[in-house]
């Protein structure tokens, strides 16, 4: 299934000259997309293995974005999604506004964001304002068209 998804969002890009990528990328990459029963997680899976079979991203897939994405849930990788709108980061304050902006409570993106932190896809270095990593920026890179 995600591999399908994958070549879905090759063609979609215009990638013709594809890799492929090595048995330590592939083999965690269809393991994690094959124990994943939700939509959103499964996409962020297929995502990834497009980015490693895409010669002009492939450097942006990472060992540890797998490791993070097993540790993920739908919620939170809709938060992630959001940070790079809101400047790459988010006060707390601002964490109202965007559980209204994405249809969650403010306890959901609390949890998202406390969940974000504990993986190092985002931090929060003053305690004040939630920033991406440099490994959640490269995670977007990767699995942005």
């Given at each position: 299934m995600i591999l399908h998804r994958a070549k879905e969002r090759l063609e979609a890009r215009g990638v013709e000259?594809?890799?492929s990528p090595s048995l330590t990328v592939a083999l965690p990459l269809f393991r994690g997309g094959a124990d994943e029963s939700r939509d959103?997680?499964?996409d962020l899976w297929a995502r990834l293995l497009a980015a490693a079979m895409d010669p002009s991203k492939t450097d942006?897939?990472?060992?540890r974005s797998f490791e993070a994405l097993e540790k993920l849930d739908p919620p939170d990788a809709r938060v992630?999604?959001?940070l790079p709108s809101q400047g790459g980061g988010i006060n707390h304050g601002q964490q109202n506004e965007m559980a209204g902006e994405l249809g969650l409570s403010r306890d959901e993106v609390d949890v998202s964001v406390g969940n974000l932190l504990r993986v190092e896809l985002a931090s929060d270095p003053h305690g004040a304002f939630v920033t991406l990593t440099a490994l959640g920026r490269e995670f977007l890179r990767a699995v942005q068209d």
């Open positions: 000259a594809r890799i959103q997680l499964q942006y897939v990472r060992v992630l999604a959001c």
